[in-house]
Nanobody, 120 residues
Framework: QVQLLESGGALVQAGDSLRLSCAASGTIFSPNTMGWYRQAPGKERELVAT???????NYADSVKGRFTISRDNAKNTVNLQMNSLKPEDTAVYYC??????????????WGQGTLVTVSF
């Protein structure tokens, strides 16, 4: 069973930077995809950025040029560097793992979420 532990959420001011981290534990096979999603109050959860084990990335248009995703495959960690934060980036940020957790089983696992609040 895969578990995700997120950290890094905080209250910051507009224009500040923040780094989120997520560590996956358990039995994990490659290839897989890890990434970040967010959910603002009253809105649906949306993609922020994902990265495959081979390094392929996918970003939401709203964060391109400001956010950078990175991962360490050996440690099964994924980070999200967020620069030039805006109030509209305020949300609960969720880490997600998607991939094989056994030879026959594919799974999608979500972290518990970490709150990012960007004030004016």
């Amino acid at each position: 069973q895969v578990q995700l532990l997120e950290s890094g959420g905080a209250l910051v001011q507009a224009g500040d930077s923040l780094r989120l981290s997520c560590a996956a534990s358990g039995t994990i096979f490659s290839p897989n995809t890890m990434g970040w999603y967010r959910q603002a109050p009253g809105k649906e959860r949306e993609l922020v950025a994902t990265m495959t084990t081979s390094g392929r990335t996918n970003y939401a248009d709203s964060v391109k040029g400001r956010f950078t995703i990175s991962r360490d495959n050996a440690k099964n960690t994924v980070n999200l560097q967020m620069n030039s934060l805006k109030p509209e980036d305020t949300a609960v940020y969720y880490c997600k793992f998607a991939g094989q957790i056994s030879v026959l089983r594919y799974s999608e696992v979500w972290g518990q979420g970490t709150l990012v609040t960007v004030s004016f």
